[in-house]
């Protein structure tokens, strides 16, 4: 693929759902079926199909626990209006469904789930439950739903082998908190290996919770090995790509992410061996509304070590990267920050995370827009000394081999913070007289 800029257009037009093939055989089923009693009196992974478009109110309640069942509305997904009736309740629900919790959905249009003004998260077409069960949601379209479009929870232990769930070539359009969530529980483990790949991620949060506190494009707690990747993020009223929690070895990359009104990629209180690559951001950070300080960036990372250590779910030894991608701002916006704060202590801090090969426009005045380490735990004494000093000692932190674009090259567009440094924006020269950017360039715009 080529370089993220570039490669956009490809992302784009691949991100959505597509049409449905028919996969031969199986249990038919219309509009007019009984549905629970259909999956009741088939036996495990058995698969549904209907061929017949129209209006589907017979997905409310249902509960497919230990079934697998797999469910195929063949053609085009707008043919297909699978109703909520703008009723309290889950469509398809697999809570305590076990390693088996999983299902299959190829197509339709899945809308209309949810009270209007109801205020359970959870309450949305379709709940992955127990272990995931090696989950398929395909060629599906998400949409007008009062809370959500997909949730996964798993509530077994993580066994670090079956993957929770493959969300592909889907469309999250409009929904009223979240396009799609998961989670895993400190008790039970992590989701494994979750992935979303090639979706179209548009206009979420439409009743305007608050993105600070819970809401976005997605969100995600307590996953191993997730992969986020080929998919186009675009005018959430919230955070884009958002894993707040406990979450290990993501990948996050080859992704379009723009005009959103949180940041481009957040990855809060989690830990290391992720990568976060490839991706093209632009305009995102639109709004000083959302209660979190710096939702002006583009990519933040927040009190995530690396290195071992971290309470609840500790993860591996093992250094984050962000690389390879090509991050435009305007206005007072940061493509990258690495940031510690003092609501999680010590030693729930930003460590081992290399920043290299990025290509960043920082459009702001001088002072207004930053990139860098920002640590505004106090008293001062509680800074985390690993990410203030030199890029060389133990768990800490380094900039190098990036480009910058910035609107004044004599400008202060750079932060490094440590315990004895007094807060603030800092010259290019001075950045690289703490450690970082020996190979780095900068240019003006």
């Not at 997909?150 to 999250?172: E, K, P, R, Y």
């Not at 959430?236 to 990359?253: K, R």
């Not at 009104?261 to 830990?271: D, N």
């Not at 990372?301 to 690389?323: F, H, K, M, Q, W």
Request: charged content about 15%.
């Amino acid at each position: 693929m080529p370089g993220p800029i570039l490669g956009a257009a490809a992302v784009r037009s691949g991100a959505g759902a597509g049409a449905t093939a028919d996969p031969g055989g199986g249990v038919a089923f219309t509009s007019a079926s009984n549905m629970q009693s259909l999956i009741d009196g088939n036996g495990f992974d058995t698969l549904f199909v209907t061929s017949t478009p129209g209006t589907y109110n017979n997905f409310r309640g249902l509960v497919y626990s230990a079934k697998h069942p797999r469910f195929y509305f063949v053609g085009a997904a707008s043919g297909y209006s699978i109703h909520g009736g703008d009723l309290d309740g889950l469509g398809l629900n697999g809570t305590g469904g076990g390693a088996n919790g999983g299902l299959e959905i190829h197509g339709g249009t899945w809308t209309h789930y949810g009270l209007p003004a109801g205020s359970v998260i959870s309450v949305g077409p379709v709940n992955i439950g127990g272990g995931g069960g090696s989950s398929i949601i395909q060629d599906a379209v998400f949409t007008l739903n009062s809370q959500i479009g997909v949730q996964m929870f798993m509530n077994v232990a993580d066994s670090g082998t079956i993957a929770t769930a493959l969300v592909s070539h889907c469309t999250f359009l409009s929904n009223g908190r979240y396009g799609l969530s998961g989670s895993g529980t400190a008790a039970a483990g992590r989701q494994y290996r979750p992935t979303i790949e090639n979706c179209l991620i548009d206009d979420n949060n439409t009743r305007g919770f608050d993105p600070g506190d819970d809401a976005s494009a997605q969100k995600f707690v307590y996953t191993n090995g997730g992969i986020w990747r080929s998919n186009w993020y675009k005018n959430n009223a919230g955070h884009a790509c958002w894993l707040d929690g406990y979450n290990v070895a993501a990948m996050i990359a080859d992704n379009v992410i723009e005009d959103n009104a949180g940041m481009m990629v957040f990855y809060e209180i989690s830990r290391g061996g992720t990568i976060i690559e490839h991706n093209y951001g632009i305009r995102n950070g639109s709004t000083t509304d959302i209660n979190y300080p710096f939702n002006g960036t583009g990519l933040t990372i927040s009190n995530s070590p690396c290195d071992g250590t971290g309470p609840v779910l500790p993860g591996p030894d093992a250094t984050s990267e962000i690389r390879y991608n090509d991050i435009d701002t305007s206005g007072y916006q940061s493509p990258i920050v690495l940031y510690n704060h003092s609501v999680h202590a010590d030693p729930e801090r930003t460590r081992k995370w290399y920043i290299h090969h990025n290509r960043m426009w920082i459009r702001g005045a001088s002072g207004t827009s930053r990139t860098g380490l920002v640590d505004t735990c106090t008293p001062a004494s509680a800074k985390e000394g690993d990410i203030g000093t030199s890029p060389g000692a133990p768990g800490a932190c380094l900039f190098d081999f990036n480009e910058y674009h910035v609107a004044d090259i004599n400008g202060l567009y750079w932060k490094h913070e440590t315990s004895n440094q007094a807060p603030g924006a800092r010259t290019w020269d001075q950045f690289r007289a703490q450690g970082h950017e020996t190979n780095g360039t900068r240019m003006a715009i």
